[in-house]
């Protein structure tokens, strides 16, 4: 089993930046890939970033240039360093890892870009 803690929501103005952090814990071995996922109100969870193993990093076309995906701590946390944050960009962002075919999830953290 993985354990995936998030933090680092918050409200922000329009053109503001926000750090999310997930820290991964128990069984982290082999994980092959961790990453962001977000779901607006009334719309379908979407790929933010991933990075895997390796280091290989994949955007949205709609956050590239604005957010950049990283990982420490012997690859067991990731951050999303977000910005020129959007009102689009409002939403719960979800902390993701695989491992062997496995999808993890973390409980969510509220973005909310608002005036």
């Known amino acids: 089993q993985v354990q995936l803690v998030e933090s680092g929501g918050g409200l922000v103005q329009p053109g503001g930046s926000l750090r999310l952090s997930c820290a991964a814990s128990g069984s982290i071995l082999s994980i092959s890939a961790m990453g962001w996922y977000r779901q607006a109100p009334g719309k379908q969870r979407e790929l933010v970033a991933i990075?895997?193993?390796?280091?290989?990093?994949n955007y949205a076309d709609s956050v590239k240039g604005r957010f950049t995906i990283s990982r420490a701590n012997a690859k067991s946390t990731v951050y999303l360093q977000m910005n020129n944050l959007q009102p689009e960009d409002t939403a719960v962002y979800y902390c993701y890892a695989r491992k062997v075919n496995i999808d993890y999830w973390g409980q969510g953290t509220q973005v909310t870009v608002s005036s």
């Open positions: 990075i895997t193993r390796g280091g290989t990093t």
